[in-house]
């Protein structure tokens, strides 16, 4: 019979530590042709509301899956996840069902750990000053995903919502900035992490040097990232395909003449594999965009099932 694993089950075996060299072993084999994924198909519910289905199968690891999720701005108000989601694991021999679990936390989580992937590979190694923009469940997650990854010396975060902000600073151990402007100038690494659909950053806040990772705005309406920001940056993407078709950061800035396809360099995957090059210099701006890939939620559902499966000892 399948399992049917709730969030908290979810939580219960699914750590940071063990998911970030996962997400590694995962987005290797996306690039490098071993995982067999179609761009996510979306509805357009109203404006800035979807529902994505995300299938995925890596034949090296036997892993087979689909996620469905929504993204409902407007359940905010309503006391509920923005991002909701679940995600059904398959036996990749004989297509059984094996578990159907929740896939909100994997959601989070797993965008919070190819993140701080991201840091390891193109920050520089000096990096000492964070800069996050949101105080929601992304902003959260991603701290305790960082001090994995860089031992920074300054972290601090704006947010529109000043409660929400408060709250988040005090208990992350933050320092809440005045202004999205004071929070990113000087900072090294930069994340995006607000619900915003017009760019949320001015190229001119944004040292040399500094790394910035965006996770939100992943339709082709949707903006985050200031253009001038993008044309400046040595660009990374987790899909150039996904990229080229569902960030309209990219795609708006393409139509408008700043760049071409070309101006996307590589994906992390490549990089991790040591296909292409990361940073090139101390002084060149990184940006990696990151849309969600669907063999992260299902390597991390497996993860799930298997830790699952052994019982507490394993996890």
Known sequence: MPLWLSEADVRSVLKLPDLIPAMETALAAFSTGVVDQPVRT????????F?????????VSAVLGAKL???????????????????????????ELLAVMDGRYVTEVRTAAVSAISVKLLARPDAAVLAILGSGVQARSH??????????REMRAWSP????LRAFAEECGVDAAASAEDAVRGADVILLATNMVTPA???????????????GACRPSQREIDSALLARSRLFVDS???????SGDIVQSIAEGRFTADHVRAELGQVIAGQSVGR???????????????IEDITAAALVYRRFCAGPSAS
């Open 201 to 215: 950053i001015d190229s001119a806040w944004v040292s040399d040097g500094a790394h910035v990772i965006a996770i």
């Open 161 to 164: 919502a000043a409660d929400h």
């Open 280 to 294: 090139t210099s101390a002084d060149e701006v990184t940006l990696f965009k990151s849309l969600g890939l669907a």
């Open 42 to 49: 979306a509805i357009e519910l109203r404006p800035r509301a």
């Open 143 to 152: 701290v305790e995903a960082f001090r994995l990854a860089c031992p920074f």
């Open 51 to 59: 529902f994505g289905i995300m299938p995925a199968y890596d034949p």
């Open 240 to 246: 150039r395909a996904a990229a080229l078709q569902e």
């Open 69 to 95: 999720v929504t993204v409902v701005p407007e359940n905010a108000a309503r006391r509920l996840p923005t991002h909701l989601a679940s995600i059904s694991l398959l036996d990749s021999e004989t297509g």
